[in-house]
């Protein structure tokens, strides 16, 4: 197995649940920095020419976040990652779609590649603060959802949907400088002490 | 079982489905152009403020394009929507993620609101541009992925309601050239009772 990924990319999520699974695993790097997943050498693996992308020991690659996601919680099941009763998987799968279809394309593309959006060089300031108000309207309404008592998104306990909210909790507190609402905020300390979380952030270099 | 959906937005896809079932539902209206989805009644059922939205028998309310899809099919084996084995239901998940969160949401949006990518007037052409380039590239995604077949997963699944809607938007109303795997499977996709009864009922046809 060997999981394409970039350090403090979205990648990191799929990385913790590779850590939390705890089985060997390939690490490899595609510098987004330099354009490496457009090169032939990437896009001959994933041409949609993104990460995380994560390659199967048949050689067969899986897309998508939330679907490798679903995939290495399918197949390591003693893992615990994922609900096994229908109800419980689909709202795994709904907060792993917000995040990753919504949260991260619209509030963080924004700030992080606002080139994206405008070519405009005295825009772009206008571009990430937007970013940061539909992160924090996202968040909010995450916040207002949030009706059970326990730590983790789903209240039948610690999932992927966990290491899915992470990945953006952690850009705003790390990366955005924003302020989180209080159980998200409780939830992002809560993934910093976990040692699977410990282990991938120190591989990828990337401050706790 | 109630939909709320708003004419040819991607809850056509959901629509789809849900005909597809055939079991009796509602169809509710929520007229995104004029900001219903903004309204008190409707961040109510959905604070997200977007389509499709799916509220069960129970009350409870389902969001997300692959969630809403994946239990629809997964409730009604029946209808023969679910593909066999957690091999193929990733690969249908992993298509209509790629439709939704890429096409639709990276490609499309550019194109259909480009004042929610540039504020700056002027801007528009280029965002219109970069989203017909995003949306394009994953055209020829699809179309590979339909090379000898039919349907995305072979046999008809949820999927290939994600790749009918963005089709849909492409062909449909903005008149725009399929590459041939995904025309075909326009083409089909068109020719089945449970679509040309969604495109009717919301007077699209």
């Not at chain 1, 197995?1 to 403090?8: I, W």
């Not at chain 1, 679903?70 to 096994?84: D, F, H, Q, S």
């Not at chain 1, 300031?125 to 968040?139: S, T």
């Amino acid at each position: 197995m060997k999981l394409y990924y970039s350090p403090g990319a979205c990648s990191v999520g799929i990385h913790v649940v590779l850590e939390e699974i705890g089985k060997p695993y390939e690490l490899s790097p595609v510098a987004l920095k330099d354009g490496a997943q457009y090169k032939p050498e990437y896009m001959a693996i994933n041409p949609k020419s993104k990460v995380p992308a994560l390659q199967r020991d048949d050689g067969s690659v899986l897309t998508e976040w939330p679907v490798i996601a679903a995939y290495l919680a399918r197949t390591n099941p003693e893992a615990k990652l994922m609900p096994t009763d229908l109800e419980g998987e689909i709202r795994c799968m709904e907060m792993l779609d917000y995040v990753c279809g919504t949260i991260h394309p619209q509030g963080f593309t924004r700030q992080f590649r606002a080139t994206n959006f405008t070519s405009r060089e005295e825009d772009l300031p206008k571009v990430i603060e937007q970013g940061k108000q539909l992160a924090a309207k996202y968040f909010d309404t995450l916040e207002k959802g949030w009706t059970h008592t326990g730590t983790w998104v789903l209240p039948s306990g610690y999932s992927v949907a966990d290491a899915a909210l992470f990945f953006v909790e952690y850009w705003a507190a790390r990366r955005s400088g924003m302020s989180l609402p209080p159980h998200l905020d409780a939830h992002l300390k809560a993934m910093l002490a976990r040692p699977a979380v410990q282990r991938t952030l120190q591989q990828e270099g990337l401050p706790a | 079982m109630k939909l709320y959906y708003s004419p040819g937005a991607c809850s056509v896809g959901i629509h789809v489905l849900l005909e597809e079932i055939g079991k009796p539902y509602e169809a509710v209206l929520v007229n995104l152009r004029e900001g219903a989805q903004f309204k008190s009644e409707f961040t109510a059922v959905n604070p997200k403020s977007k389509v499709p939205t799916l509220q069960r028998d129970d009350g409870s309310v389902l969001t997300e394009y692959p969630a809403i899809a994946y239990w629809l099919s997964a409730t009604n084996p029946g209808a023969g929507l679910l593909p066999q084995g957690p091999e193929a239901i990733a690969r249908a998940l992993e298509l209509t993620d790629f439709a939704v969160a890429t096409m639709h949401m990276q490609g499309f949006s550019r194109i259909f609101r480009p004042a929610n990518f540039a504020s700056n007037e002027a801007d528009h052409p280029a965002v219109q541009a970069r989203g017909s380039e995003i949306f394009e590239k994953g055209l020829a995604v699809m179309d590979k992925a339909l090379e000898g077949k039919e349907y995305l997963l072979g046999g008809y699944s949820f999927a290939d309601t994600a790749l009918f809607y963005v089709s849909f938007w492409w062909a449909g109303r903005l008149n725009r050239a399929l590459p041939a795997n995904v025309a075909a499977h326009y083409t089909r996709m068109k020719a089945r009772p449970a679509v040309q009864r969604t495109l009717a009922a919301e007077g699209l046809a």
